[in-house]
């Protein structure tokens, strides 16, 4: 019987993963909750198991999850990003019930998720970090510690959710009355969103490079990375591009950064894909931010620039296979830039545009391009999830090759229904500082004129309803 | 000589004609397309245009103006600022030239004096010559724009208007070049214009004559049209005479009212001794070749009337009137009686109200007395409020004589006498506050509106806030050629249309099949870009079903007013309601507007009483017999 590996996850990760089993001659089993019913996922999956109305409850039912892996007799389950990737629960019940998880083991997960006990790991091993407390006790007294370190530290302070991440659960603090006010109102939503209320204080880098390094480690304990990427141009703490390797010209600094990473890795066990994450601040010192547990968004700028397929190195890591190529044989070359196409407005705060069904859908082809998507014509996005359509990454020799390379592609991508981020980021490939690799995380807070552009996506559907009108009327009524 | 090109300062232009031997050419477009092809002459086909056009070197290309502004907006969808800044982009030598009504700018009736200025100097950004003309040859209101266009350095070519009959002698239209020059100064080019093609060559002769004997250094431009057949005579006796500056069109496209063929011109006065300047002939042959075939697509919009109208001499209508009067004619299926109304009752009004100039608007108001005159029985009876405005002097005093007592009384009631004492003479319209009307428009559009698209919307606010919707929903169509854009039937299915975006993409729409639904509801199947697309459209009344049951007669309408219930009694369009609910009204007080074929009438109540309802709203088009207020009696 061929080995079956249950998808727990939606999306364009989703089509990612099924692609890496297939090739692997493995059968993929997806699952999807109602309002995913027509997502594309679940067709090109060997088979699809429906876990219940959802929407997003059911992709987070460990218990489903597990049922349906049983179910279905799946071996392996593969959590994607987000939902139940680094949930150290959902890693626990498959080690209890003999299910493979693809990933890190619960125990890492757990003390990786948990930044206070991350950062003391880190500490011991002498990794440099963000000057950060411990979780602030309840009450006056943790308030108390707050102002303490702000004092120490000097405002701004960020406040953050222990079991935060993906730039979610933090807030930035200026003063000693915010502090005040906003602890408990942390404290509150941490524990809504993350079932956890503890929260502690990190200072604050200002105008930070972010920059992470991709990590592979297989049971023998033989851990080598894959290089840089540097995730900068972000909003709210929300990733938009990618680009691998880092920008930065000092290559020995890259160097050492890619080699903390390794020790980083080592010291906290991990084993299988992690991405651990830095922010570099205009002196070009680095800290220590925290390890991503998990496969990322943009893993395949990586992929691009080595050649790796770290998908299928995951499998076959979890499956327990050794790793099958040392630091040495790992060759970067050339450039590549991913780019998230979501369905949002830019203009309108890059509201989500859920809801809408895509009428025209042209991607771009050619020498360098990699689409990973999930839509198609005539579908319509979920109002409930979240607003990624696909992810387009270019590669390149050169960087001004790959830059030239996403404008054409950019061109060239037409999605007409939803607003889509395509006209602003062709923007930014226009932009100087972007083609000059000068951007950090406050790029787009002081390059407001990238969000000055005309919607022309749907002009060629918006001048064939004026050609529709005509042709159904026998006359243009507004040239009468 | 020296090409004269935009930018030069209106000093430099008038010397340069003044030391020229030739004449030069201004290529007509707008008046062409105006005239015979009711101004449907596409941004499209100006552009494939603009390369040979620019070659060709004329002295200007006549590109704006009149009533285009409104049926860029109205008609072809095109912003006319854009249309200005792109053909700019192809043709950077060339002076653009615009016609401007003077105080009625691109309309039909005064602006206010802010509105001129601000208008003008918008336009004038854009447009390098500015033909300014008044239908009354009322110098003082021309004014405003003589001293906008001065103020933007461009160059000022004031008209004087002209027509024929015991009045129009040479003595007079000396006085008026005289007064012209007392508010310009020296440093214009003075046109004749003859909007209806007008006199003989010999007449034309005379009068160029008699003004270049007077002013030996005033740079003269003829305006003419081929209405008759022979403005290429005229053309001929005005250069013979002294004139430097004549107009005439691209060949491929003249048809019957416009200007004649420019290539013509040239050839004809080459054998008389006369050279066009600067005029490169090759290119005048290429433009007209490069948009042949393009013609075909505007058939529809051609004169539903074929041949020359010599007759023109009796009716006097202007060229650029001439379609839009006929494509009225055949709408309110009155085409039989056109014989009768041009010839017999056209020439009859227009000596009754004073033989003046038969020109926007004051052609206007000759066209709809003349129908309504053989239309509605009662000569006068149904006067519009543009005749009542013209009669009370609002758009100037008459040039020769006051029309006769019995059209005063008809028009403006049996105590006329004191109406025109009390309203009479020009009305000095006060600024308008502008700002207000921003926040007006910005609260329509949903955004901040640019200067031009207010200065648009000045001038035609319904038309203009229809035009933004239609742009925000089917985008930028000045791309689409005429084949698409005015296409007369649907499209063969398989059929493929391609046009380019004014990003510059290139687009392909392939005609897919249409389905009705049991609803009525039609699909239309478009497959854009390789991918497929539906529209669709919802079903439509069949005929009939949605007009009013039946059509009320007027005594009805009258007999409902009567009792309050006021109803539109022609079918036309609310331009002004003029009272709120709860406000107080008198018997003859106006309480709304209402347009048709370019006209306002004002509707007034019948009863004294308290307005109880409003039923129609600025901008509502309705039909006889549709509701528009009520007025209850005040118990």
């Known amino acids: 019987m061929k080995t079956k590996i249950l998808v727990a996850n939606r999306g364009?990760?989703?089509?990612?993963?099924?692609?890496?089993?297939?090739?692997?001659?493995?059968?993929?089993?997806?699952v999807y909750e109602s309002p995913d019913k027509d997502s594309r996922h679940i067709r090109l999956a060997n088979e699809a198991v429906w876990l219940g109305a959802g929407p997003r409850c059911d992709y987070l039912d460990i218990a489903k999850i597990i049922r349906a892996a049983k179910k279905s007799g799946a071996q392996a389950i593969h959590p994607g990003y987000g939902f139940l990737a680094e949930n150290p629960?959902?890693?626990?019940?498959?080690?209890?019930?003999?299910i493979i998880f693809i990933g890190p083991s619960s125990e890492v997960i757990t003390n990786l998720g948990n930044k206070v006990i991350a950062r003391q790991i880190m500490a011991e091993a002498g990794i440099p970090m963000v000057p950060g407390s411990d979780n602030l006790a309840a009450g006056e007294e943790g308030v108390a510690t707050a102002i303490a370190f702000a004092a120490k530290y000097v405002y701004p302070i960020m406040?953050?959710?222990?079991?935060?991440?993906?730039?979610?659960?933090?807030?930035?603090?200026?003063?000693?009355?915010?502090?005040r006010e906003e602890i408990p109102i942390a404290r509150a939503e941490a524990k809504a969103a993350f079932n956890d209320e503890r929260v502690y204080l990190e200072k604050v880098v200002i105008e930070p490079k972010h920059v992470e390094v991709q990590i592979m480690a297989d049971k023998t304990g033989k851990t080598v990375h894959l290089g840089t990427r540097d995730c900068s141009i972000q909003r709210r703490n929300q990733k938009l591009i990618e680009i691998a390797p880092s920008m930065i010209g000092d290559k020995a600094l890259l160097d050492t950064i890619c080699e903390t990473a390794v020790k980083a890795a080592k010291a906290s066990n991990y084993f299988n894909a992690g991405t651990v994450e830095f922010l570099i601040d205009k002196d070009f010192n680095y800290y220590f931010m925290e390890i991503n547990t998990r496969v990322q968004v943009e893993h395949t700028v990586t992929e691009m620039i080595t050649g790796i397929d770290i998908v299928r190195t995951q499998i076959k890591l979890a499956l327990g296979k050794d790793l099958a190529f040392s630091q040495e044989d790992v060759q970067m070359r050339g450039h590549a830039i991913e780019m998230r196409i979501n369905a949002e407005d830019p203009q309108a705060d890059f509201m989500p545009e859920g809801g809408k069904t895509v009428s025209v859908y042209r991607s771009?082809?050619?020498?360098?391009?990699?689409?990973?998507?999930?839509?198609?014509?005539?579908?319509?996005?979920p109002e409930v999830y979240d607003s990624l359509l696909v992810k387009m990454t270019v590669h390149g020799f050169s960087w001004n090759e790959t830059v030239d390379r996403l404008r054409r592609c950019l061109q060239n991508f037409v999605i007409a229904g939803p607003k889509t981020t395509i006209p602003f980021y062709l923007n930014i490939s226009k932009d100087d500082d972007f083609i000059n690799g000068n951007f950090d995380t406050s790029y787009l807070d002081k390059h407001p004129?990238?969000?000055?552009y005309e919607d022309n996506a749907n002009e060629a559907s918006k001048l064939s309803n004026l050609i529709a009108e005509i042709h159904h009327r026998g006359h243009n009524p507004y040239a009468a | 000589m020296e090409r004269i090109v935009q930018g030069q300062s209106p000093a430099e232009i008038v010397k340069q004609l003044q030391n020229s031997d030739g004449y030069h050419i201004t290529n007509t477009a707008r008046d062409l397309s105006q005239s015979d092809f009711k101004n449907r002459i596409l941004l499209h086909t100006d552009l494939l245009a603009a390369d040979a056009r620019e070659r060709a070197g004329y002295f200007s290309l006549e590109i704006t103006g009149g009533a285009s502004v409104h049926v860029d907006i109205l008609r072809k969808q095109v912003?006319?600022?854009?249309?200005?800044?792109?053909?700019?982009e192809k043709m950077p030598t060339t002076m653009f030239q615009t016609l401007c009504r003077g105080v009625n700018l691109f309309g039909y009736r005064p602006y206010p004096q802010n509105v001129i200025r601000f208008t003008v100097k918008e336009f004038a950004k854009y447009v390098d010559v500015w033909r300014t003309f008044d239908f009354m040859n009322y110098i003082p209101n021309m004014q405003a724009v003589f001293e906008e266009v001065a103020k933007a350095g461009k160059l000022n070519e004031p008209c004087i208007c002209f027509s024929t009959g015991p009045e129009h002698t040479d003595a007079y239209y000396l006085t008026k070049v005289k007064e012209i020059l007392e508010v310009t100064g020296e440093d214009i080019v003075l046109c004749i214009k003859n909007h209806g093609g007008l006199g003989t060559p010999k007449r034309i002769g005379e009068l160029v004559d008699t003004i270049r004997q007077k002013y030996p250094d005033l740079p003269l431009h003829y305006h003419g049209h081929n209405t008759d057949g022979n403005d290429v005579g005229r053309i001929v006796a005005?250069?013979?005479?002294?004139?430097?500056?004549?107009?005439?069109?691209?060949?491929?496209?003249?048809?019957?009212?416009?200007p004649p063929p420019i290539l013509t011109v040239i050839q004809t006065l080459k054998e008389l001794g006369h050279n066009a300047n600067t005029i490169d002939e090759d290119a005048v042959i290429e433009t007209s070749e490069v948009i042949r075939d393009e013609r075909q697509h505007y058939e529809a919009f051609e004169s539903q009337i074929k041949g020359f109208q010599p007759t023109v001499q009796i009716h006097k209508l202007p060229g650029g009137a001439m379609g839009s009067s006929l494509e009225q004619a055949v709408k309110g299926g009155f085409l039989d009686k056109m014989p009768d109304i041009l010839h017999k009752e056209l020439p009859k009004v227009q000596k009754e109200l004073g033989n003046y100039w038969s020109v926007t608007p004051g052609s206007q108001i000759l066209w709809t007395t003349a129908v309504s005159n053989v239309q509605g029985g009662e000569r006068y009876g149904n006067p519009s409020g543009d005749l009542r405005n013209l009669l009370l002097g609002k758009y100037g005093p008459f040039p020769f004589y006051e029309p006769d007592e019995w059209i005063f009384e008809k028009v403006l009631g049996a105590d006329w006498k004191k109406v025109l004492e009390e309203e009479g003479g020009v009305e000095d319209i006060g600024d308008m506050d502008i700002d207000k009307e921003k926040e007006i428009l910005?609260?329509?559009?949903?955004?901040?509106?640019?200067?031009q698209q207010l200065v648009l919307y000045l001038q035609h606010p319904n038309d203009a806030v229809e035009f933004f919707k239609f742009e925000a929903k089917f985008g930028r169509v000045y791309v689409l050629p005429p084949s698409i854009f005015l296409k007369q039937g649907s499209f063969e299915p398989g059929e493929t249309l391609e046009f380019v975006d004014h990003t510059g993409k290139e687009h392909m729409v392939e005609v897919g099949p249409s389905n009705v639904a049991e609803d009525g509801e039609t699909s239309v199947y478009l497959y854009v870009d390789h991918h497929q697309r539906v529209y669709k459209f919802a079903a439509e009344l069949p005929d009939g079903a949605a007009a009013p049951a039946a059509e009320m007669s007027k005594e009805e309408i009258l007999d409902l007013a009567k009792a309050g219930d006021i109803r539109a009694s022609f079918s036309g369009n609310v331009c002004e309601v003029s009272v709120e609910e709860g406000q107080e009204v008198a018997v003859g007080d106006k309480v709304a507007v209402m347009e048709a074929m370019k006209m306002q009438t004002p509707i007034t109540s019948e009863i004294d009483g308290i307005v109880t309802a409003i039923s129609a709203k600025v901008g509502d088009a309705v039909q006889p017999g549709d509701k528009l207020l009520r007025v209850d009696v005040d118990e």
Not at chain 1, 89 to 98: R, S, V, W, Y
Not at chain 1, 159 to 179: H, W
Not at chain 2, 79 to 88: A, G, H, Q, S
């Open chain 1, 364 to 381: 771009p082809g050619g020498y360098g391009v990699r689409l990973d998507g999930f839509v198609y014509q005539g579908f319509t996005i």
């Open chain 1, 159 to 179: 406040l953050k959710a222990t079991c935060g991440g993906g730039g979610r659960g933090i807030r930035l603090i200026e003063t000693d009355e915010q502090m």
């Open chain 1, 12 to 30: 364009e990760i989703a089509i990612r993963l099924i692609r890496a089993i297939q090739e692997l001659d493995y059968e993929a089993v997806a």
């Open chain 2, 79 to 88: 912003d006319p600022f854009l249309k200005l800044e792109l053909l700019r």
């Open chain 2, 442 to 451: 910005t609260d329509r559009i949903g955004e901040d509106p640019t200067d």
């Open chain 2, 238 to 258: 005005a250069v013979q005479n002294g004139a430097n500056i004549v107009d005439a069109a691209d060949a491929s496209f003249t048809g019957f009212y416009g």
């Open chain 1, 449 to 452: 004129h990238l969000f000055e």
């Open chain 1, 89 to 98: 629960d959902f890693a626990k019940a498959c080690e209890d019930e003999g």
